[in-house]
């Protein structure tokens, strides 16, 4: 029987290979794996495009890469993040027309607001480490043209836990552009969780972790931790 592919990339970050290898031999494989399962290809952007920026800013490449790519769905996931091998293509169930993130954050508790925000009145707050975006909407991605690098930072602050654990303004610079895209682009938007309970899935996903706001050797005892929860030591 004749479709038509729909042409789907999971992207991840990693420069130079700079990130904990511990981490990533623990992660790279279900990424992978879940980038099979779905059909989609596996991309890790390892070049800096955003040389004047915090590190975490070069996910904004995915606006670019996807559009020369021509995919019809953008997936990323940083490269910490774990991925049950259970978990369903979630882009099935999202319109074209929308965006998702595993869940959501108040922005206001982290930005301050400024007319895109305050006229979008959804305080949709982006936890970047999950995004997802179709051709339709891939301006979630988009790096800022109206800002300068100063001017974030200056409309960022940190919460108490985060400040605790060594978070500057900008180490959440791709938060907050992905919030601002899509109160600026009016971008329709759904959380996993939300998609899972419409289509019938009772509590929250059980499918992804991920925990930015600690030290790397307590993320690899965490994430071994979670893979024996998952029953997959």
């Given at each position: 029987m004749w479709e038509k592919p729909i042409k789907k990339t999971l992207f991840t970050l990693n420069i130079d290979n700079a990130y904990d290898k511990r981490i990533t031999d623990i992660t790279y494989p279900f990424l992978k794996a879940y980038a099979h399962k779905i059909g989609a290809n596996f991309h890790i952007i390892t070049e800096r495009k955003f040389p004047d920026y915090p590190i975490t800013y070069e996910k904004c490449q995915v606006y670019e890469l996807g559009q020369q790519m021509n995919n019809d769905w953008n997936i990323f996931f940083d490269c910490d993040a774990l991925i049950h091998p259970d978990f369903m293509d979630i882009t099935n169930y999202l319109k074209?027309?929308?965006c998702a993130h595993n869940g959501v954050d108040l922005a206001n508790v982290r930005w301050k607001y400024d007319r895109f925000f305050l006229r979008d009145d959804r305080n949709i707050g982006s936890p970047s480490w999950c995004c997802i975006a179709s051709d339709w909407t891939i301006e979630l991605f988009k790096p800022a043209d109206d800002m300068t690098l100063e001017e974030i930072e200056q409309r960022i602050f940190p919460i108490l836990n985060e400040t605790k654990g060594g978070i500057t303004p900008l180490r959440l610079i791709e938060d907050?552009?992905?919030s601002r895209n899509i109160a600026k682009y009016g971008l329709k938007f759904k959380?996993?969780?939300?998609k899972l309970k419409?289509?019938?899935y009772e509590g929250s996903s059980p499918f992804l972790w991920h925990n930015y706001n600690m030290p790397t050797d307590q993320k690899?005892?965490?994430l071994k931790q979670v893979l024996r929860n998952w029953g997959l030591e």
């Amino acid at each position: 029987m004749w479709e038509k592919p729909i042409k789907k990339t999971l992207f991840t970050l990693n420069i130079d290979n700079a990130y904990d290898k511990r981490i990533t031999d623990i992660t790279y494989p279900f990424l992978k794996a879940y980038a099979h399962k779905i059909g989609a290809n596996f991309h890790i952007i390892t070049e800096r495009k955003f040389p004047d920026y915090p590190i975490t800013y070069e996910k904004c490449q995915v606006y670019e890469l996807g559009q020369q790519m021509n995919n019809d769905w953008n997936i990323f996931f940083d490269c910490d993040a774990l991925i049950h091998p259970d978990f369903m293509d979630i882009t099935n169930y999202l319109k074209k027309d929308m965006c998702a993130h595993n869940g959501v954050d108040l922005a206001n508790v982290r930005w301050k607001y400024d007319r895109f925000f305050l006229r979008d009145d959804r305080n949709i707050g982006s936890p970047s480490w999950c995004c997802i975006a179709s051709d339709w909407t891939i301006e979630l991605f988009k790096p800022a043209d109206d800002m300068t690098l100063e001017e974030i930072e200056q409309r960022i602050f940190p919460i108490l836990n985060e400040t605790k654990g060594g978070i500057t303004p900008l180490r959440l610079i791709e938060d907050y552009v992905f919030s601002r895209n899509i109160a600026k682009y009016g971008l329709k938007f759904k959380t996993i969780d939300e998609k899972l309970k419409e289509v019938g899935y009772e509590g929250s996903s059980p499918f992804l972790w991920h925990n930015y706001n600690m030290p790397t050797d307590q993320k690899y005892v965490l994430l071994k931790q979670v893979l024996r929860n998952w029953g997959l030591e």
